[in-house]
């Protein structure tokens, strides 16, 4: 089992900054594709990033060069640093791991509960 509980979201300006957290208990990551999905209301849960292996990642074209996601395998942590932050970006974030890279949901299975991310315009 690995438990995930995000942290990091909270309200920031248009064009600022947030870095969201993900760390793991229970194992590791090693081994595991992490990613990074996001869910505003009314709509559905969409993907946003993943890193596996050592450091491959793959990006949605809506977090390409603004996003980045990292993993920091001393503290068992994935992160996601967002910039240039848009009032369309306003959603939960949510980190999964599963064991194949995927942008599908049910790919993963595990989840954390998510972090409120406001962006004002």
């Known amino acids: 089992q690995v438990q995930l509980v995000e942290s990091g979201g909270g309200l920031v300006q248009a064009g600022g900054s947030l870095r969201v957290s993900c760390p793991a208990s229970?194992?590791?990551?090693?081994?595991?594709?992490v990613a990074w999905f996001r869910q505003a209301p009314g709509k559905e849960r969409e993907f946003v990033a993943s890193i596996w292996s050592v450091s491959t990642t793959y990006y949605a074209d809506s977090a390409k060069g603004r996003f980045t996601i990292s993993r920091d395998y001393a503290k068992n942590t994935v992160y996601l640093q967002m910039n240039s932050l848009k009032p369309e970006d306003t959603a939960v974030y949510y980190c999964?791991?599963?064991?194949?890279?995927?942008?599908?949901?049910?790919?993963?299975?595990?989840w954390g509960q998510g972090t409120q991310v406001t962006v004002s315009s």
């Open positions: 229970g194992r590791t990551f090693n081994g595991f594709t």
């Open positions: 999964a791991a599963g064991t194949m890279p995927s942008i599908r949901t049910e790919a993963y299975t595990y």
